[in-house]
């Protein structure tokens, strides 16, 4: 395996390591044999998924990834029509931990996926570059609407099974917030093309748009966590603004593309959208941070709700996920 592979899993074990509740493994909540055979191929998508992940990642010093995430696109979009004919069919309690088991395998794929694709955005070139920016806006959104359709699922759960699919959610969600810091690193003056802008700057939207839903979702879930959940939470709060301000003034730097530079869209259009976005995000739910104050940690959730009406139109609804079309991302409900 590569340096820069290594760094990368290195770097997501951390963030997975974070509310941490004595989380049980996946697959071990489908402990009868019946439910295995049912799993098996979400299991076996997941982990191919997994295997053409590091084909990108070992792909990417040599400049061509478009191979290897074609088949990390396939192997994901087949575990989301999996899990999706689960969640469907979650009769009974068994059925609902099947379903459990299956979404939470495929959101921890997706969250891998960002993880350790966002740093790569900054060293290829080229159609790919638009093309892996693409995937990653993809994978965001589906990564956060299993997150929000497994914890409608928890209180259906077995109560001995509860806590512990709270702590996946959790580490998943505060791993959505994380990923502004990997912004910050992976864009700069030089290291996005002009003809890849409108893809990058549609990440950069999608992960900005997440962070109220994924601090709402942690939020809703600290009474199911461990007590020093809520300082994680408070500290996961107060590294935003800064990590929110720094990558403001990175796509200031990079969004500077002449008018026929092959982007779309106006690069002033997007650095207005995504600082007026910003600011709705600091002025909404952190304004004590913002004024360089300590934040009170239980006014944190009806803020950062009502923000949520906001951002609604650049994340795909739940309404329409179930109902499929389009908008079904890369859960498979199409």
């Known amino acids: 395996m590569t340096q820069p592979a290594r760094n990368t899993r290195h770097r997501s074990r951390a963030r ?30 997941v982990h191919a998924a997994d295997r053409a992940l590091h084909k990108v990642v070992s792909a990417a010093p040599g400049g061509s990834v ?5 088949q990390l696109r396939a192997q994901l979009r087949a575990a989301g029509h999996d899990a999706s004919r689960l969640y469907h069919h979650r009769h009974g309690s068994a059925g609902r931990v099947r379903a459990a088991t299956a979404m939470t395998k495929l959101a921890a794929q997706q969250n891998r996926d960002v993880v350790a694709l966002t740093p790569l955005l900054g060293q290829i070139s080229g159609a790919d ?21 497994l914890s409608q699922l928890l209180d259906q759960l077995p109560s001995s099974l509860q806590g512990d699919v709270a702590g996946v959610v959790a580490q998943l969600s505060t791993a959505g917030t994380g990923q502004v810091g990997q912004l910050v690193g992976a864009i700069s003056p030089v290291s996005i093309a002009c003809p890849a802008l409108d893809a990058v700057n549609g990440v950069v939207t999608t992960v900005i748009s997440s962070v109220p839903a994924d601090l709402a979702r ?16 408070d500290a996961v709060v107060n590294d ?31 650095i207005g959208s995504v600082t007026q976005l910003v600011q709705s995000l600091l002025s909404s739910f952190l304004p004590a ?3 360089g104050q300590t934040p009170s940690p239980t006014a944190i959730l009806a803020p950062v709700s009502g923000l949520l009406g906001q951002v609604t139109s650049l994340i795909p609804s739940i309404g329409g996920l179930l109902g499929g079309g389009a908008a079904g991302g890369l859960l498979g409900f199409l």
Do not use: W, Y
Not at 66 to 70: F, I, P, T, V
């Open 16 to 45: 997975s390591a974070r509310f941490v509740v004595g989380v049980l493994a996946i697959g071990a909540m489908a402990a009868p044999v019946a439910q295995a055979d049912t799993l098996g191929p979400v299991r076996a998508h």
């Open 240 to 270: 935003l603004p800064g990590q929110l301000n720094a990558l403001l003034a990175s796509l200031k730097q990079s969004f500077a593309c002449p008018p026929a530079s092959g982007a779309t869209s106006a690069p002033a259009a997007g």
């Open 129 to 149: 570059q638009a093309d892996l920016a693409g995937f990653i806006a993809s994978a965001v959104q589906g990564r956060e609407q299993v997150l929000t359709l």
């Open 66 to 70: 478009g191979g290897s995430l074609g």
């Open 289 to 291: 941070i913002g004024a």
């Open 218 to 233: 942690v939020q809703s879930l600290l009474p199911m966590l461990p007590a020093d959940a809520q300082s994680q939470l």
